[in-house]
Protein backbone atom coordinates (compact mmCIF):
# COMPACT_ATOMS: atom_id res chain seq x y z
CA UNK A 1 0.00 0.00 0.00
CA UNK A 2 1.41 3.72 0.00
CA UNK A 3 1.50 5.63 -2.97
CA UNK A 4 0.03 8.94 -4.79
CA UNK A 5 -2.41 10.07 -2.17
CA UNK A 6 -1.57 11.98 1.52
CA UNK A 7 -3.07 11.45 4.90
CA UNK A 8 -6.74 10.59 5.05
CA UNK A 9 -8.16 13.79 6.84
CA UNK A 10 -10.71 13.24 9.76
CA UNK A 11 -12.66 16.15 11.18
CA UNK A 12 -13.87 15.27 14.45
CA UNK A 13 -17.27 16.91 15.61
CA UNK A 14 -16.98 16.83 19.69
CA UNK A 15 -14.34 16.09 22.03
CA UNK A 16 -16.10 15.06 25.23
CA UNK A 17 -16.02 11.89 26.98
CA UNK A 18 -15.78 9.93 23.54
CA UNK A 19 -14.42 12.53 21.47
CA UNK A 20 -11.19 13.00 23.79
CA UNK A 21 -11.28 9.32 23.93
CA UNK A 22 -11.19 9.39 20.09
CA UNK A 23 -8.33 12.17 19.63
CA UNK A 24 -6.08 10.64 22.25
CA UNK A 25 -5.89 7.17 21.07
CA UNK A 26 -5.57 8.38 17.03
CA UNK A 27 -2.63 10.68 18.59
CA UNK A 28 -1.51 7.46 20.76
CA UNK A 29 -1.57 5.00 18.33
CA UNK A 30 -1.12 6.90 14.77
CA UNK A 31 1.59 4.74 13.97
CA UNK A 32 0.13 1.62 13.87
CA UNK A 33 -2.89 2.69 12.39
CA UNK A 34 -1.07 4.40 9.64
CA UNK A 35 1.09 0.84 9.12
CA UNK A 36 -2.50 -1.00 9.41
CA UNK A 37 -3.94 1.63 6.60
CA UNK A 38 -1.28 2.23 4.26
CA UNK A 39 -1.59 5.96 5.49
CA UNK A 40 -1.79 8.32 8.39
CA UNK A 41 -4.79 9.48 9.62
CA UNK A 42 -4.66 13.01 10.34
CA UNK A 43 -7.34 15.37 12.66
CA UNK A 44 -7.78 18.11 10.63
CA UNK A 45 -10.43 20.25 13.04
CA UNK A 46 -12.36 19.48 15.74
CA UNK A 47 -15.83 20.67 16.61
CA UNK A 48 -16.66 21.87 20.05
CA UNK A 49 -18.92 24.45 21.94
CA UNK A 50 -16.79 26.24 23.91
CA UNK A 51 -13.00 26.46 22.73
CA UNK A 52 -11.68 27.54 26.03
CA UNK A 53 -12.66 24.29 28.14
CA UNK A 54 -10.50 21.76 29.88
CA UNK A 55 -10.26 18.50 28.19
CA UNK A 56 -9.34 15.48 29.52
CA UNK A 57 -7.27 15.06 26.13
CA UNK A 58 -5.89 18.58 25.06
CA UNK A 59 -5.67 18.57 21.02
CA UNK A 60 -3.60 21.64 19.71
CA UNK A 61 -5.55 25.55 20.60
CA UNK A 62 -5.64 26.16 15.81
CA UNK A 63 -7.63 22.76 15.49
CA UNK A 64 -10.55 23.41 17.57
CA UNK A 65 -13.26 25.40 16.00
CA UNK A 66 -17.32 26.37 16.61
CA UNK A 67 -18.00 26.48 13.01
CA UNK A 68 -18.64 23.22 11.68
CA UNK A 69 -18.17 24.80 7.99
CA UNK A 70 -14.27 24.31 8.60
CA UNK A 71 -15.31 20.60 8.83
CA UNK A 72 -17.94 20.06 6.28
CA UNK A 73 -16.86 22.79 3.84
CA UNK A 74 -12.88 21.30 3.92
CA UNK A 75 -11.80 18.82 0.72
CA UNK A 76 -9.23 17.51 3.04
CA UNK A 77 -11.78 16.37 5.69
CA UNK A 78 -12.75 12.94 4.17
CA UNK A 79 -14.49 11.53 6.79
CA UNK A 80 -16.65 13.14 9.46
CA UNK A 81 -16.57 11.55 13.10
CA UNK A 82 -19.35 12.34 15.20
CA UNK A 83 -18.91 12.10 18.82
CA UNK A 84 -21.58 15.21 19.74
CA UNK A 85 -24.67 13.89 20.48
CA UNK A 86 -28.18 14.87 20.51
CA UNK A 87 -30.37 14.94 17.32
CA UNK A 88 -29.80 18.37 15.99
CA UNK A 89 -27.39 19.39 15.03
CA UNK A 90 -25.59 16.29 14.75
CA UNK A 91 -28.64 15.08 11.91
CA UNK A 92 -28.35 18.24 9.95
CA UNK A 93 -24.24 17.77 10.17
CA UNK A 94 -24.51 14.24 8.98
CA UNK A 95 -26.68 14.67 6.28
CA UNK A 96 -24.33 17.69 5.20
CA UNK A 97 -21.15 15.40 5.06
CA UNK A 98 -22.84 12.38 3.25
CA UNK A 99 -23.93 14.63 0.82
CA UNK A 100 -21.04 16.08 0.49
CA UNK A 101 -19.48 12.77 0.07
CA UNK A 102 -17.76 12.09 3.14
CA UNK A 103 -17.52 8.73 5.17
CA UNK A 104 -19.54 9.26 8.01
CA UNK A 105 -18.53 7.55 12.04
CA UNK A 106 -20.89 8.32 14.58
CA UNK A 107 -21.85 7.06 18.24
CA UNK A 108 -25.22 8.84 17.82
CA UNK A 109 -28.19 6.48 18.70
CA UNK A 110 -30.73 9.17 18.48
CA UNK A 111 -30.03 10.50 15.05
CA UNK A 112 -29.95 6.51 14.11
CA UNK A 113 -32.96 5.37 15.62
CA UNK A 114 -35.08 8.83 14.05
CA UNK A 115 -32.99 9.20 10.82
CA UNK A 116 -30.53 6.10 9.90
CA UNK A 117 -32.52 4.61 7.47
CA UNK A 118 -32.53 8.00 5.28
CA UNK A 119 -28.97 8.77 6.19
CA UNK A 120 -27.97 5.02 5.26
CA UNK A 121 -29.92 5.94 1.75
CA UNK A 122 -27.91 9.29 1.59
CA UNK A 123 -24.40 7.23 2.06
CA UNK A 124 -25.24 4.81 -0.43
CA UNK A 125 -26.26 7.74 -3.04
CA UNK A 126 -22.96 9.69 -2.70
CA UNK A 127 -20.85 5.79 -2.66
CA UNK A 128 -20.04 6.53 0.81
CA UNK A 129 -20.09 4.60 4.09
CA UNK A 130 -22.56 5.44 7.49
CA UNK A 131 -20.73 3.06 10.09
CA UNK A 132 -22.36 3.60 13.53
CA UNK A 133 -21.18 0.49 16.06
CA UNK A 134 -20.48 2.96 19.43
CA UNK A 135 -24.57 3.72 19.18
CA UNK A 136 -25.28 0.34 20.65
CA UNK A 137 -23.53 -0.88 23.58
CA UNK A 138 -20.87 1.04 23.31
CA UNK A 139 -17.73 -1.23 23.24
CA UNK A 140 -19.11 -3.97 22.16
CA UNK A 141 -19.30 -5.01 19.50
CA UNK A 142 -23.03 -5.56 17.98
CA UNK A 143 -23.84 -3.85 14.68
CA UNK A 144 -20.99 -5.25 12.70
CA UNK A 145 -21.95 -8.88 13.72
CA UNK A 146 -25.79 -8.44 12.90
CA UNK A 147 -24.53 -6.48 9.26
CA UNK A 148 -22.65 -9.65 8.86
CA UNK A 149 -21.43 -12.40 11.04
CA UNK A 150 -24.85 -13.19 11.57
CA UNK A 151 -26.31 -12.51 7.96
CA UNK A 152 -26.94 -16.59 7.07
CA UNK A 153 -29.53 -16.29 9.87
CA UNK A 154 -33.29 -15.69 10.29
CA UNK A 155 -33.07 -13.82 13.83
CA UNK A 156 -35.46 -14.59 16.07
CA UNK A 157 -35.39 -12.67 19.18
CA UNK A 158 -32.96 -9.84 20.45
CA UNK A 159 -33.12 -9.49 24.24
CA UNK A 160 -30.90 -6.97 25.57
CA UNK A 161 -29.21 -5.34 28.48
CA UNK A 162 -28.77 -1.86 26.77
CA UNK A 163 -29.11 1.02 29.38
CA UNK A 164 -25.70 0.94 31.70
CA UNK A 165 -27.46 3.53 34.08
CA UNK A 166 -30.59 1.66 34.98
CA UNK A 167 -28.50 -1.42 34.92
CA UNK A 168 -26.24 0.16 37.72
CA UNK A 169 -29.58 1.42 39.47
CA UNK A 170 -31.57 -1.96 39.05
CA UNK A 171 -28.21 -4.21 40.26
CA UNK A 172 -28.57 -2.11 43.59
CA UNK A 173 -31.91 -2.14 43.98
CA UNK A 174 -31.41 -6.28 44.05
CA UNK A 175 -28.91 -6.10 46.80
CA UNK A 176 -31.34 -4.37 48.96
CA UNK A 177 -29.99 -0.87 47.44
CA UNK A 178 -33.27 0.51 48.95
CA UNK A 179 -35.77 1.71 46.93
CA UNK A 180 -35.74 3.47 43.38
CA UNK A 181 -35.32 7.31 44.50
CA UNK A 182 -32.25 6.42 46.70
CA UNK A 183 -30.50 4.13 44.40
CA UNK A 184 -30.96 7.05 41.48
CA UNK A 185 -29.14 9.28 44.30
CA UNK A 186 -26.56 7.11 44.46
CA UNK A 187 -25.66 6.50 40.74
CA UNK A 188 -25.63 10.29 40.38
CA UNK A 189 -23.25 10.75 43.00
CA UNK A 190 -21.15 8.13 41.52
CA UNK A 191 -21.51 9.56 38.01
CA UNK A 192 -23.09 6.49 36.01
CA UNK A 193 -26.63 8.65 36.24
CA UNK A 194 -27.20 12.22 34.62
CA UNK A 195 -28.35 14.71 36.78
CA UNK A 196 -31.44 14.35 34.27
CA UNK A 197 -31.97 11.22 34.19
CA UNK A 198 -35.21 10.78 31.94
CA UNK A 199 -34.20 9.05 28.85
CA UNK A 200 -32.35 6.42 30.81
CA UNK A 201 -34.95 5.48 33.55
CA UNK A 202 -37.88 6.18 31.36
CA UNK A 203 -36.01 3.67 28.81
CA UNK A 204 -36.40 6.16 26.42
CA UNK A 205 -32.22 5.28 25.45
CA UNK A 206 -33.46 1.58 25.41
CA UNK A 207 -36.00 2.50 22.76
CA UNK A 208 -33.86 4.12 20.46
CA UNK A 209 -31.35 1.27 20.27
CA UNK A 210 -33.62 -1.34 20.30
CA UNK A 211 -34.67 0.14 16.93
CA UNK A 212 -31.35 0.21 15.58
CA UNK A 213 -31.01 -3.12 16.64
CA UNK A 214 -34.35 -4.33 15.29
CA UNK A 215 -34.04 -2.55 11.98
CA UNK A 216 -30.70 -4.69 11.58
CA UNK A 217 -31.78 -7.93 12.96
CA UNK A 218 -35.11 -7.98 10.97
CA UNK A 219 -34.67 -5.92 7.86
CA UNK A 220 -37.45 -3.58 9.03
CA UNK A 221 -37.81 -0.23 9.39
CA UNK A 222 -38.17 0.34 13.50
CA UNK A 223 -38.67 3.82 14.99
CA UNK A 224 -38.48 4.68 18.28
CA UNK A 225 -42.51 5.42 18.60
CA UNK A 226 -43.37 1.88 17.30
CA UNK A 227 -41.06 0.35 20.65
CA UNK A 228 -43.69 -0.20 23.81
CA UNK A 229 -41.68 1.54 26.14
CA UNK A 230 -41.85 1.51 30.28
CA UNK A 231 -39.40 2.42 32.42
CA UNK A 232 -38.25 1.34 35.73
CA UNK A 233 -39.08 4.62 38.10
CA UNK A 234 -42.24 2.01 39.78
CA UNK A 235 -40.21 -0.11 41.01
CA UNK A 236 -39.83 -1.02 44.95
CA UNK A 237 -37.50 -2.66 47.08
CA UNK A 238 -40.33 -5.86 47.92
CA UNK A 239 -40.54 -6.23 43.82
CA UNK A 240 -36.78 -6.99 44.47
CA UNK A 241 -37.36 -9.24 47.70
CA UNK A 242 -40.41 -11.30 46.01
CA UNK A 243 -37.99 -11.95 43.07
CA UNK A 244 -34.90 -12.47 44.57
CA UNK A 245 -37.28 -15.48 46.69
CA UNK A 246 -38.75 -16.47 43.71
CA UNK A 247 -35.72 -17.10 41.78
CA UNK A 248 -35.55 -13.91 39.72
CA UNK A 249 -33.43 -10.85 39.04
CA UNK A 250 -35.13 -7.15 37.84
CA UNK A 251 -33.44 -6.33 34.72
CA UNK A 252 -34.54 -3.41 32.15
CA UNK A 253 -35.02 -5.97 29.06
CA UNK A 254 -35.02 -4.42 25.54
CA UNK A 255 -37.18 -7.34 23.38
CA UNK A 256 -37.20 -7.62 19.76
CA UNK A 257 -39.35 -10.61 18.76
CA UNK A 258 -40.32 -11.69 15.64
CA UNK A 259 -43.40 -14.10 15.51
CA UNK A 260 -44.66 -14.79 11.97
CA UNK A 261 -44.64 -11.08 9.90
CA UNK A 262 -45.36 -9.46 13.10
CA UNK A 263 -42.30 -8.33 15.58
CA UNK A 264 -42.55 -7.42 19.29
CA UNK A 265 -40.64 -4.39 19.80
CA UNK A 266 -40.87 -3.27 23.97
CA UNK A 267 -38.89 -2.43 26.56
CA UNK A 268 -39.73 -3.03 30.38
CA UNK A 269 -38.49 -3.84 33.16
CA UNK A 270 -38.82 -7.77 33.55
CA UNK A 271 -38.31 -10.68 35.66
CA UNK A 272 -35.41 -12.51 34.55
CA UNK A 273 -34.95 -16.50 36.02
CA UNK A 274 -31.57 -16.50 37.76
CA UNK A 275 -30.73 -19.29 35.60
CA UNK A 276 -30.65 -17.37 32.63
CA UNK A 277 -26.98 -15.46 31.53
CA UNK A 278 -28.69 -12.23 31.18
CA UNK A 279 -29.75 -11.98 34.83
CA UNK A 280 -26.13 -11.94 35.58
CA UNK A 281 -25.40 -8.71 33.47
CA UNK A 282 -24.61 -6.79 36.63
CA UNK A 283 -23.58 -2.97 37.33
CA UNK A 284 -22.89 -0.77 34.20
CA UNK A 285 -22.41 -3.84 32.15
CA UNK A 286 -24.71 -4.40 28.81
CA UNK A 287 -25.42 -7.46 26.89
CA UNK A 288 -27.09 -8.37 23.72
CA UNK A 289 -28.27 -11.56 23.14
CA UNK A 290 -29.40 -12.76 19.11
CA UNK A 291 -31.27 -16.18 19.17
CA UNK A 292 -30.86 -17.49 15.18
CA UNK A 293 -32.63 -20.66 13.33
CA UNK A 294 -29.18 -21.54 13.06
CA UNK A 295 -26.15 -20.58 15.79
CA UNK A 296 -29.22 -20.37 18.44
CA UNK A 297 -28.20 -18.25 21.16
CA UNK A 298 -24.96 -15.72 20.90
CA UNK A 299 -24.83 -13.45 23.83
CA UNK A 300 -22.89 -10.53 22.97
CA UNK A 301 -21.35 -9.06 26.95
CA UNK A 302 -19.25 -5.76 27.92
CA UNK A 303 -18.90 -1.87 28.83
CA UNK A 304 -22.34 -0.60 27.25
CA UNK A 305 -20.44 3.44 28.20
CA UNK A 306 -17.35 4.80 28.78
CA UNK A 307 -14.59 6.80 27.17
CA UNK A 308 -12.42 4.16 25.94
CA UNK A 309 -14.85 1.11 25.56
CA UNK A 310 -16.50 3.66 22.97
CA UNK A 311 -13.71 4.69 21.76
CA UNK A 312 -12.91 1.35 21.06
CA UNK A 313 -15.94 1.14 19.03
CA UNK A 314 -15.68 4.36 17.11
CA UNK A 315 -12.10 3.97 16.32
CA UNK A 316 -12.55 0.35 14.60
CA UNK A 317 -15.44 2.04 12.66
CA UNK A 318 -12.90 5.00 11.12
CA UNK A 319 -10.27 2.30 10.24
CA UNK A 320 -13.18 0.54 8.52
CA UNK A 321 -14.04 3.82 6.99
CA UNK A 322 -10.24 4.61 6.52
CA UNK A 323 -9.75 0.72 4.10
CA UNK A 324 -12.51 1.80 2.18
CA UNK A 325 -11.01 5.73 1.52
CA UNK A 326 -7.46 4.63 0.77
CA UNK A 327 -8.82 1.57 -1.65
CA UNK A 328 -11.06 4.28 -2.92
CA UNK A 329 -13.52 1.39 -2.85
CA UNK A 330 -16.48 0.63 -0.86
CA UNK A 331 -18.80 -2.07 -0.74
CA UNK A 332 -21.79 -1.59 0.91
CA UNK A 333 -23.51 -4.16 3.10
CA UNK A 334 -27.14 -5.76 2.42
CA UNK A 335 -29.51 -3.26 2.59
CA UNK A 336 -32.45 -5.50 1.99
CA UNK A 337 -35.56 -5.04 3.45
CA UNK A 338 -38.09 -7.66 4.51
CA UNK A 339 -41.92 -6.43 2.57
CA UNK A 340 -44.99 -6.86 4.70
CA UNK A 341 -43.26 -6.86 8.68
CA UNK A 342 -45.37 -4.98 10.95
CA UNK A 343 -45.23 -4.17 14.49
CA UNK A 344 -47.40 -6.53 16.62
CA UNK A 345 -49.51 -4.40 19.24
CA UNK A 346 -48.59 -4.54 22.64
CA UNK A 347 -52.75 -6.27 23.39
CA UNK A 348 -51.24 -9.15 21.31
CA UNK A 349 -48.44 -9.99 23.02
CA UNK A 350 -48.32 -12.87 25.35
CA UNK A 351 -45.50 -13.58 28.29
CA UNK A 352 -46.09 -14.47 32.07
CA UNK A 353 -46.65 -12.27 34.89
CA UNK A 354 -45.93 -10.94 38.52
CA UNK A 355 -48.41 -9.37 40.27
CA UNK A 356 -48.24 -7.48 43.45
CA UNK A 357 -51.23 -7.20 44.66
CA UNK A 358 -52.46 -4.85 47.62
CA UNK A 359 -55.72 -6.90 49.71
CA UNK A 360 -57.53 -7.11 53.02
CA UNK A 361 -56.61 -9.97 54.70
CA UNK A 362 -59.98 -11.54 55.21
CA UNK A 363 -61.14 -14.97 53.28
CA UNK A 364 -62.44 -15.04 50.55
CA UNK A 365 -60.26 -12.26 48.63
CA UNK A 366 -57.56 -14.55 47.21
CA UNK A 367 -60.51 -16.79 45.66
CA UNK A 368 -62.25 -13.48 43.75
CA UNK A 369 -59.05 -12.74 42.66
CA UNK A 370 -58.26 -16.44 41.39
CA UNK A 371 -61.57 -16.18 39.52
CA UNK A 372 -61.29 -12.52 38.19
CA UNK A 373 -57.81 -14.35 36.59
CA UNK A 374 -59.90 -17.16 35.36
CA UNK A 375 -62.88 -15.54 33.52
CA UNK A 376 -59.88 -13.81 31.42
CA UNK A 377 -58.42 -17.26 31.09
CA UNK A 378 -55.11 -16.68 33.10
CA UNK A 379 -53.83 -19.64 35.10
CA UNK A 380 -51.74 -19.24 38.03
CA UNK A 381 -48.46 -20.62 38.53
CA UNK A 382 -47.74 -20.12 41.92
CA UNK A 383 -49.02 -17.57 44.46
CA UNK A 384 -47.26 -16.05 47.82
CA UNK A 385 -49.51 -14.19 50.18
CA UNK A 386 -47.92 -12.11 53.11
CA UNK A 387 -49.19 -10.07 56.06
CA UNK A 388 -48.73 -6.61 55.58
CA UNK A 389 -48.94 -3.44 57.69
CA UNK A 390 -52.31 -2.50 58.94
CA UNK A 391 -53.47 -5.67 59.20
CA UNK A 392 -53.73 -5.52 55.11
CA UNK A 393 -51.74 -8.52 53.36
CA UNK A 394 -49.86 -8.60 49.64
CA UNK A 395 -50.78 -10.69 47.26
CA UNK A 396 -47.85 -12.03 44.61
CA UNK A 397 -49.00 -14.05 41.77
CA UNK A 398 -46.82 -15.68 38.77
CA UNK A 399 -49.12 -16.36 36.31
CA UNK A 400 -48.60 -18.83 33.08
CA UNK A 401 -48.19 -17.16 29.38
CA UNK A 402 -51.10 -15.00 28.77
CA UNK A 403 -52.48 -12.39 26.60
CA UNK A 404 -51.81 -8.80 27.61
CA UNK A 405 -54.97 -7.57 26.83
CA UNK A 406 -56.58 -10.59 29.10
CA UNK A 407 -53.95 -9.44 31.56
CA UNK A 408 -55.55 -5.33 31.33
CA UNK A 409 -58.73 -6.70 31.61
CA UNK A 410 -58.13 -8.96 34.53
CA UNK A 411 -56.08 -6.06 36.54
CA UNK A 412 -59.48 -3.88 35.67
CA UNK A 413 -61.67 -6.41 37.46
CA UNK A 414 -59.32 -7.23 40.22
CA UNK A 415 -58.89 -3.54 41.59
CA UNK A 416 -62.62 -3.10 41.26
CA UNK A 417 -62.83 -5.84 43.45
CA UNK A 418 -64.11 -5.13 47.47
CA UNK A 419 -61.51 -6.31 49.14
CA UNK A 420 -58.51 -5.06 47.16
CA UNK A 421 -56.73 -2.02 47.76
CA UNK A 422 -55.09 -1.88 44.49
CA UNK A 423 -52.92 -3.71 42.13
CA UNK A 424 -49.50 -2.47 43.04
CA UNK A 425 -47.20 -3.86 40.17
CA UNK A 426 -47.40 -5.81 37.20
CA UNK A 427 -43.87 -6.93 35.61
CA UNK A 428 -43.65 -9.34 32.53
CA UNK A 429 -41.59 -12.24 32.48
CA UNK A 430 -39.30 -12.87 30.44
CA UNK A 431 -39.76 -16.61 29.03
N1 LIG B 1 -20.29 8.57 26.93
C1 LIG B 1 -20.42 7.32 26.56
O1 LIG B 1 -19.98 6.40 27.27
C2 LIG B 1 -21.08 6.97 25.26
C3 LIG B 1 -21.26 5.62 24.90
C4 LIG B 1 -21.83 5.30 23.67
C5 LIG B 1 -22.26 6.32 22.82
N2 LIG B 1 -22.10 7.63 23.22
C6 LIG B 1 -22.58 8.67 22.32
O2 LIG B 1 -21.49 9.47 21.91
C7 LIG B 1 -21.92 10.81 21.75
C8 LIG B 1 -21.07 11.73 22.62
O3 LIG B 1 -21.21 11.38 23.99
P1 LIG B 1 -20.28 12.02 25.11
O4 LIG B 1 -20.58 11.28 26.36
O5 LIG B 1 -18.87 12.08 24.64
O6 LIG B 1 -20.89 13.49 25.21
P2 LIG B 1 -20.25 14.78 25.92
O7 LIG B 1 -19.21 14.39 26.90
O8 LIG B 1 -21.38 15.62 26.35
O9 LIG B 1 -19.50 15.53 24.71
C9 LIG B 1 -20.16 16.17 23.67
C10 LIG B 1 -19.15 17.02 22.90
O10 LIG B 1 -19.79 17.56 21.75
C11 LIG B 1 -19.64 18.97 21.74
N3 LIG B 1 -20.90 19.54 21.26
C12 LIG B 1 -22.16 19.22 21.66
N4 LIG B 1 -23.08 19.94 21.00
C13 LIG B 1 -22.39 20.73 20.16
C14 LIG B 1 -22.76 21.71 19.21
N5 LIG B 1 -24.03 22.02 19.00
N6 LIG B 1 -21.78 22.32 18.52
C15 LIG B 1 -20.49 22.02 18.72
N7 LIG B 1 -20.07 21.10 19.61
C16 LIG B 1 -21.01 20.47 20.32
C17 LIG B 1 -19.35 19.40 23.17
O11 LIG B 1 -18.59 20.58 23.14
P3 LIG B 1 -18.11 21.32 24.51
O12 LIG B 1 -17.20 20.32 25.17
O13 LIG B 1 -17.38 22.53 24.06
O14 LIG B 1 -19.35 21.57 25.30
C18 LIG B 1 -18.58 18.19 23.70
O15 LIG B 1 -17.21 18.32 23.42
C19 LIG B 1 -23.41 10.81 22.09
O16 LIG B 1 -24.16 10.60 20.90
C20 LIG B 1 -23.55 9.61 22.98
O17 LIG B 1 -24.86 9.09 22.99
C21 LIG B 1 -21.53 7.97 24.40
Given at each position: MGGERGAIGIGLMGLGVVGSGVARILHEKADVYARQIGYPLTLRRVLVRDPKKQRRFEVEAPLLTTDAADL??????EMIIEVMGGEQPAYAYLREALSAGKFVVTGNKEVMAKHGGELLALAREHNVDLLYEASVGGGIPIIAPLKRDLLANDIVAVTAIINGTTNYILTSMGKGGGGFAEALAEAQRLGYAESDPTDDVEGIDAAYKLAILATLAFHMDAHPEDVHREG????TGADFAYARDLGYAIKLLAVARKDGDRVQLRVHPALVSQEELLARVDGALNAVQIEGDLMDRVLFQGPGAGSLPTTSAVVADALDAAVSISNQVYWPHSSRREAGLTVMPMDDVVTRYYLRIGAADRPGVLAQIARALADAEISIASVIQKEAAEGGAEVVIMTHGAREASMRGALAAIAALDGVGGVEQMLRVHA
Open positions: LADPGVITRL
